[in-house]
């Protein structure tokens, strides 16, 4: 079974599952796990795993609208070299102190590969699922994409400085609170938005027309592309990005789209089923974590 | 830098650290990582596995004296096996049930060794710090000791059913809640009663004066153990009982003992300096993780 069936099989148990983060009595709790071998590139620092994994948990939080309170890590490795947990534990802390939440620490694990487990406390009383799109809404995502694919031709370059800045992502927070009041249905880009969409649209049973044009792709990608076809791979396939995928009334993106500290572009629209990019089926295609 | 080492660097770090959970705004959050190699023996049961790595971190939430909320986890393995994955998530839903917190799911990831992350979420408004112990105080634990390292010995004896059934501890979270009014000091005895008591006092600034024959030895520990020596290691040392070792006032002793649902056994009393056993100083020795 792979991992997405597995998924499934727990959403089936689990009535709080299925969800960005789960939700309980106004809080919302989120967990993840990092490893070297599969996303800490080689020439990763320790501040920017830090950073980036506490980053992904955060941007679950915001991907429920929520605000982000606190964190706590696990960090795993073979041996505790203090400068590397101190920087570890420098990115967590400034990562959460860039959405107005606090590390709060958490726990040591002797392991044989660097793996650092992430939680995030965050607090809604109105959280935005994945299952409230509707037809006729407008398909929208925060910021830009293909920052992490951009990352990682970068850390294979040998650019580690740029990949590692580009690896520590902004979790959208503000954001997702700004856009909480208007969106109907809302996610994180972890696993690219082409697999994001193919996800809501399952949750709220519709379907979604992409305009490809209107697709935002990161600066960072035009430079490490090596033709279209690739920069579309790396924006709409790759993912990590953790922008929010989100759909409001088509009547209120411009309120949405005052509200939000981070720009948004309207990628497309929400249509009864199928889905499309530029008149193509968009295959459900996407990151998956160790594979 | 070893384990212990490293979590003391964070504590001069991170001014939440260094409890058995942080605390937060009335929060309380606690995360774990457990792995097959070092944490679950040949014979460990999925639900097990699921009961005892979310009951280590509901352990944690019981020792700041909180309610236990709700609990999320990471399930990492190399394949998923349904009945593995729905065995590890009724574990897990079961211990939660036990103690009034729900179990709200987490997240899958593919790692080559079968590796549970926890985390609790826990509520209080008067947090039972490690630090709080006086001298002339009574130390106190719940329940009885040795029970996890007498299911390792009935694991390797192959004595599979029952030490499943030993090494799904309850959690004492009603006994926390119970007990938090009355004690100064508080924590789990995960890493062994021994150590345990070295860790109050280094946060209490105290010592500790134990009585060897008062010790509420578990009636599994006499099964198993090989002779007085062994017995009193098994109890002493070994930790993984998740019990609570806490200190009370000794006037409030009888109000304590009527108070909690588990029964509490004193075992010695606060004292200036110095930790001692029957009158010799008491090892600083314990189960690491990992070790």
Redesign the interface.
């Known amino acids: 079974?792979?991992?997405r069936?597995?998924?499934r099989?727990?959403e089936g148990?689990?009535s709080?599952?299925?969800d960005d983060a789960?939700?309980?009595?106004g809080?919302v709790?989120?967990?993840?796990?990092l490893?070297e071998t599969?996303d800490f590139p080689d020439g990763t620092t320790r501040y920017t795993a830090g950073w980036r994994s506490v980053g992904a948990s955060l941007s679950d939080v915001a991907a429920m609208g929520a605000n982000a309170?606190?964190s706590?890590?696990?960090y795993?490795a073979p041996?505790?070299?203090?400068d590397d947990?101190?920087s570890f534990?420098a990115g967590a802390?400034d990562v959460c102190e860039s959405v107005g939440a606090?590390?709060?620490?958490?726990?040591?694990?002797?392991?044989e590969e660097f793996?650092a487990?992430t939680?995030v406390?965050g607090e809604t009383d109105d959280p935005v699922l994945r299952s409230g799109a509707k037809p006729g809404d407008a398909l929208c995502v925060t910021g830009t994409l293909g920052r992490s694919g951009a990352a990682l031709r970068l850390f294979e370059a040998g650019e580690i400085e740029r990949a590692n800045e580009l690896f520590r992502f902004e979790p959208r927070v503000a954001a997702g609170r700004a856009l909480a009041p208007f969106a109907t249905a809302m996610m994180d880009s972890s696993d690219g938005l082409a697999r994001s969409v193919h996800q809501l649209a399952e949750a709220s049973e519709c379907g979604f027309e992409l305009d490809g044009e209107s697709i935002p792709v990161a600066e960072s990608v035009r430079e490490v592309a090596t033709d279209a076809d690739d920069e579309r791979d790396l924006s709409l396939f790759f993912g990590e990005d953790f922008e929010l995928v989100f759909t409001v009334p088509k009547a209120t993106v411009e309120d949405a789209r005052e509200a939000s500290p981070t720009p948004i572009s309207v990628v497309g629209s929400v249509t009864e089923d199928g889905i499309q990019l530029d008149d193509e089926a968009l295959p459900d295609r996407g990151y998956?974590?160790?594979?």
Chains 1, 2 share one sequence.
Do not use: K, N
């Open positions: 079974m792979d991992e069936a597995a998924l099989l727990l148990t689990l709080d599952a299925g789960a939700v309980i009595d809080h709790l989120t967990t993840d796990m490893h599969t309170v606190a706590v890590a696990v795993a041996e505790f070299d203090p947990l101190e534990v802390s606090r590390y709060v620490g958490g726990d040591l694990d002797t392991f793996t487990s939680t406390l998956t974590h160790g594979e």
